[in-house]
């Protein structure tokens, strides 16, 4: 699938150096140098992510992003010669998903692009529901194809192991895992070490996604509750 990758910068340079490397890494890209032509875009037919920038003459990127907001949830990038702690958090709170601060790499800002692409293809229902790799469990969502986790609609790093745990609970949440169950379904029956093991890796989960509803079953082991639950 060709991504389709809005461009929102008035700087004609960094506005065609971006478009190149997008454009060399196969992505089609929609080039503007208004925030109001960039809404236009929007209403007729809306690309995958934005890259925009703040700055920018008439409707600024703060309003645009606000806007966009509304009535989508499509990943937003903002590129912004503005490097205020302050400003970066006002891009973020009116719903950007990243912030660069430029002068900035080219290439990191593609690596970004294919991340937040990713992710949110990922969190698609329509996705989901074709993708019979795809665990969900409350707002974990675990991609068996890719061995990757995603929690609060972020991934997160996780082992080979640690996936395997979650994917055991998430198959089956509300259900009660003892210790030497879980020890047996993630390290194998010819494993012959403590079930401390378990806990440790438990531990590591809940640090990781502090708020994952992982619960201990006191003298029993762990389950993973329902969000259905009240």
Known sequence: M???????EDD????????????KEGFQVKALDTAEKAWEVFAQEPPDLWVLDLMLPGMDGYEF????????EVP????????????????????????????????????RVKRHLKRWEVMQPDQMNVQEDIIRAGSLLLNETERSAYFNNQEVEVTTKEFEMLR???????????????????WGDDYFGSDRAVDDLVKRLRKK????????????????????ES
């Open 2 to 8: 060709n991504h389709i990758v809005g461009l929102v």
């Open 76 to 111: 937003i990038i903002i590129i912004s010669a503005k490097d205020d702690e302050v400003d970066k958090i006002l891009g973020l709170e009116l719903g950007g998903d990243d912030y660069l601060t430029k002068p900035f790499s080219p290439r990191e800002l593609v690596a």
């Open 168 to 186: 055991i609970l998430a198959e089956q949440e509300n259900r009660a895992f003892s210790r030497e169950e879980l020890l047996v379904k993630v």
């Open 209 to 228: 996604m502090k708020e994952l509803p992982l619960e201990t079953v006191w003298g029993h082991g762990y389950r993973l509750r329902s969000s259905r």
């Open 65 to 72: 992003c606000k806007r966009v907001r509304q009535s989508s």
């Open 12 to 23: 004609p340079n960094i506005r065609d150096i971006v478009e190149g490397y997008l454009l």
